[in-house]
């Protein structure tokens, strides 16, 4: 009796095992099927099939998912775009913000683009939402990775926290949430080799391709590229360095002044800042920076600009400057707030404007 009851448990098991062997197939032969499914402009695109062919050489390009807007396979040389999508459950007016970036950019792009989305559980159903509205604008082969973002920032922790006191208001504030200085570490956990980052509050009025090509003006030592801050944002910030250096040129407006960037729009040469000795040295010790604030009585509260800005004073070499036709700044906050007197000097941009940027919540005409 004891050993038909073995014997009759031991079939049981054997049926449970490949029962679920059977549903294993079964599920990878599904995803892989899935997986091999492409969309553009269909009525019910699959934009939730899983995209397992990405590059991720790290855990910390662990992804929600990845999704193709074309069934066109060539993805050869693309244009590497990020942008952040955070908080969107709190912040309805930033659906409507990255609709707008990402179908400008889809709308003027002639190169094939490969589209980094770093985004949140919340925001995750609006995230897809967005991308469903803005495929329609695709012209061109287009690639999407939709990374969690708390897991991009988890392995920048200590460089997080080591920055943030320095260059946020106050615990809490808005420029106190790690993700304003991802940036600066992002080559340690993106395995690209350029990227152009801009913020969801952009949008493009040209072809992103002219904006990359860029990168092939960088200097032998520039790793970032960046446009001036178009506020007189650092004349307030060193003001009292500037009391005790009147000869100082930082904080004036441009051409001759080093006025400081802003961040909305980045050109990050992300090989290069693997093998840059001195921005690594620079991101791995924090007292030259506590240094540089010390020397410049530096008291930011704007998250990785203030980072570059500060860095800028010191080690121009790092960068290339973006012209302020890539990242026309709308906003004219300091212009009514104690500062309409050089304001202009700031604020003047000459030229075609390629990317209008709606800083502090400016409005962006649609025409």
Same mark, same amino acid.
């Given at each position: 009796?004891?050993?038909?009851?073995?014997?009759?448990?031991?079939?049981?098991?054997?049926?449970?095992?490949?029962?679920?062997?059977?549903?294993?197939?079964?599920?990878?032969?599904?995803?892989?099927?899935?997986?091999?499914?492409?969309?553009?402009?269909?009525?019910?695109?699959?934009?939730?099939?899983?995209?397992?062919?990405?590059?991720?050489?790290?855990?910390?390009?662990?992804?929600?998912?990845?999704?193709?807007?074309?069934?066109?396979?060539?993805?050869?040389?693309?244009?590497?775009?990020?942008?952040?999508?955070?908080?969107?459950?709190?912040?309805?007016?930033?659906?409507?913000?990255?609709?707008?970036?990402?179908?400008?950019?889809?709308?003027?792009?002639?190169?094939?683009?490969?589209?980094?989305?770093?985004?949140?559980?919340?925001?995750?159903?609006?995230?897809?939402?967005?991308?469903?509205?803005?495929?329609?604008?695709?012209?061109?082969?287009?690639?999407?990775?939709?990374?969690?973002?708390?897991?991009?920032?988890?392995?920048?922790?200590? +460089?997080?926290?080591?920055? /943030?006191? #320095?260059?946020?208001? &106050?615990? !809490?504030?808005?420029?106190? @949430? %790690?993700?304003?200085?991802?940036?600066?570490?992002?080559?340690?956990?993106?395995?690209?080799?350029?990227?152009?980052?801009?913020?969801?509050?952009?949008?493009?009025?040209?072809?992103?391709?002219?904006?990359?090509?860029?990168?092939?003006?960088?200097?032998?030592?520039?790793?970032?590229?960046?446009?001036?801050?178009?506020?007189?944002?650092?004349?307030?910030? +060193?003001?009292?360095?500037? /009391?005790? #250096?009147?000869?100082? &040129?930082? !904080?004036?407006?441009?051409? @001759? %002044?080093?006025?400081?960037?802003?961040?909305?729009?980045?050109?990050?040469?992300?090989?290069?800042?693997?093998?840059?000795?001195?921005?690594?040295?620079?991101?791995?010790?924090?007292?030259?920076?506590?240094?540089?604030?010390?020397?410049?009585?530096?008291?930011?509260?704007?998250?990785?600009?203030?980072?570059?800005?500060?860095?800028?004073?010191?080690?121009?070499?790092?960068?290339?400057?973006?012209?302020?036709?890539?990242?026309?700044?709308?906003?004219?906050?300091?212009?009514?707030?104690?500062?309409?007197?050089?304001?202009?000097?700031?604020?003047?941009?000459?030229?075609?404007?390629?990317?209008?940027?709606?800083?502090?919540?400016?409005?962006?005409?649609?025409?």
């Amino acid at each position: 009796m004891i050993l038909h009851t073995y014997t009759y448990t031991k079939l049981i098991r054997i049926i449970l095992i490949l029962l679920v062997f059977t549903l294993l197939v079964i599920f990878l032969f599904v995803s892989d099927s899935v997986t091999s499914r492409t969309f553009s402009k269909t009525p019910d695109p699959c934009i939730l099939c899983p995209y397992t062919n990405v590059t991720s050489k790290t855990e910390s390009e662990l992804l929600h998912f990845g999704i193709s807007f074309t069934e066109n396979d060539e993805y050869n040389n693309p244009i590497d775009v990020m942008v952040f999508f955070v908080h969107a459950h709190s912040n309805p007016n930033l659906r409507r913000k990255l609709n707008r970036c990402i179908s400008s950019l889809f709308n003027h792009s002639t190169s094939v683009i490969y589209l980094h989305l770093l985004t949140d559980s919340p925001s995750l159903d609006s995230a897809v939402q967005v991308l469903k509205e803005s495929a329609s604008f695709s012209k061109v082969p287009v690639k999407v990775t939709l990374y969690d973002v708390n897991i991009i920032m988890k392995p920048l922790t200590d +460089l997080i926290n080591s920055l /943030r006191p #320095h260059f946020s208001y &106050k615990q !809490g504030a808005y420029y106190s @949430d %790690g993700l304003f200085y991802i940036s600066i570490g992002l080559f340690r956990v993106i395995s690209l080799k350029r990227l152009i980052l801009v913020d969801a509050d952009v949008k493009f009025l040209h072809d992103v391709k002219a904006l990359h090509n860029y990168f092939n003006n960088f200097s032998r030592n520039a790793v970032i590229g960046i446009a001036r801050e178009q506020q007189p944002v650092y004349r307030h910030v +060193l003001n009292a360095y500037r /009391r005790t #250096h009147n000869n100082s &040129k930082i !904080g004036d407006p441009p051409p @001759d %002044g080093i006025s400081g960037f802003n961040s909305g729009v980045l050109l990050l040469d992300l090989h290069k800042m693997r093998n840059s000795s001195l921005y690594l040295y620079i991101v791995d010790n924090s007292s030259v920076i506590l240094g540089l604030i010390e020397k410049y009585q530096f008291k930011g509260h704007l998250g990785d600009q203030d980072f570059y800005s500060l860095l800028s004073f010191e080690y121009p070499e790092l960068f290339h400057l973006l012209p302020c036709t890539w990242n026309r700044q709308l906003c004219q906050w300091w212009k009514h707030h104690g500062y309409s007197n050089v304001f202009d000097l700031y604020y003047a941009c000459n030229g075609e404007i390629h990317l209008l940027h709606g800083n502090c919540n400016s409005a962006i005409r649609d025409s």
